[in-house]
């Protein structure tokens, strides 16, 4: 029955929501009873074509849900790219234009793919990969010079999330007692994303395959949670100790800087970049672990992390970057991960920025 899901859900949005820090926000939540709430589908990576929608079976809707009484988002389509993406997204309108929210997510996925399954081109459940995140760009396709379908956001690549979209799990199913039958899955996320010109911002859930079939799948009972957040910036020490959690290094050594000592929070974190050849300091012996990270600095630690790809600077006006960075900021301009307005001097980079940025190049 549909109110045991919701049970479920409610369970899960009360765990997100209820805490004193959380309390005062903002939140809606879509159940779809009554219509598909004003969400868009959209698919991408696959070839455009006449008649190719129907090669890859694309199917979307507002659906009777396959396991209890209500409604629900459908999604369906067969993987012959071996890279399919489907999903809904869905305005969000009413923010305070260019303002910074930090977003609470949670929703419902319905899917009867076993667990422990073997698949053509990957596993049905374990290669199709859940994703969601809160987009300042209106989620569209464009049609890429090699006639595919592509998202003009950063959504990454099956197993791997992007700076607009983050990996949340897959599809298999979490109980094994009835095979081939729909169970609920919970999935919940944070994200940081800024508001446009016009106060609006868009949510994006869907999967991204890499399993060369059929895959269907239903989505239900989203919750949304917003609150404002300063766009501050970013200290050197932080900004490194971010990338140290996420990289989960094997070993790092200690920082040979002056004034990262012993007790300092950030000192394994600085030490496994300086062994890395991420970060040289200062020249002085000082690494500045407090001083806020500029984007020149921020775009050199990300161009050697990605392992200094070969970049042509091409017509970039580079004369105001310094000379040191220059090879790196065209870099980061080419891959979008700054833009020129960005390059006004040696300006300190904000954390939103930043973590776009390092989840771009992960």
């Known amino acids: 029955m549909k109110s045991m899901k919701w049970v479920c859900a409610a369970l899960l949005a009360a765990a ?8 005062a ?6 159940d779809f009873e009554k219509d598909n709430a004003g969400f868009t589908p959209i698919f991408a990576d696959y070839p455009a074509g006449d008649g190719v929608d129907d090669f890859y ?28 993406f489907m999903g809904y997204y869905k305005e969000l309108s009413g923010l305070e234009p260019g ?3 930090e977003f609470h997510v949670t929703f419902q996925l319905a899917t009867n793919v076993d667990g422990g399954m073997i698949g053509v081109g990957g596993s049905p459940g374990a290669s199709v990969f859940v994703k969601g995140g809160v987009t300042t760009a209106q989620p569209r396709r464009t049609m890429d010079e090699l006639g595919q379908y592509r998202l003009n956001i950063d959504k990454g690549n099956q197993a791997v999330g992007g700076c607009d979209l983050l990996v949340l799990g897959d599809l298999e199913k979490e109980e094994t007692a009835r095979p081939g039958e729909y169970e609920w899955k919970a999935f919940a996320f944070t994200m940081l994303a800024k508001a446009d010109a016009e106060g609006r911002a868009y949510l994006l859930l869907g999967t991204d395959s890499g399993f060369e079939a059929a895959s269907s799948y239903y989505l239900d009972d989203i919750t949304l949670a917003w609150e404002e957040k300063a766009d501050r910036f970013i200290t050197r020490a932080a900004a490194i100790q971010r990338m140290y ?21 950030c000192r394994d974190a600085i030490g496994w970049a300086e062994e890395a050849g991420l970060v040289a300091g200062y020249g002085s012996g000082c690494f500045g672990p407090e001083d806020r990270l500029t984007v020149e600095q921020a775009m050199v630690i990300l161009h050697r992390y990605a392992g200094r790809p070969a970049v042509d600077n091409g017509d970039i006006d580079l ?3 310094s000379p040191w960075a220059r090879g790196s900021v065209a870099w980061g301009l080419q891959k979008g991960l700054i833009s020129e307005n960005d390059l006004t001097g040696p300006e300190p980079i904000s954390e939103y ?5 390092w989840r771009a190049v992960q």
Not at 16 to 23: E, F, G, K, T, V
Not at 25 to 30: D, N, R
């Open 319 to 321: 004369s105001h970057v």
């Open 353 to 357: 920025a930043f973590d776009r940025a």
């Open 245 to 265: 959690d996420d990289a989960r290094p094997a070993a790092y050594q200690a920082p040979a800087f002056s004034d990262v000592g012993g007790d300092h929070p």
């Open 57 to 84: 079976e694309l199917k979307y809707g507002w659906a009777d849900l396959p396991m209890e009484d209500g409604k629900g988002l459908f999604l369906s389509g067969n993987n012959h790219s071996d890279d399919l």
């Open 16 to 23: 997100l929501l209820s805490s004193a820090a959380y309390a």
């Open 99 to 101: 303002q910074l929210y």
């Open 25 to 30: 926000k903002p939140a809606v939540t879509f």
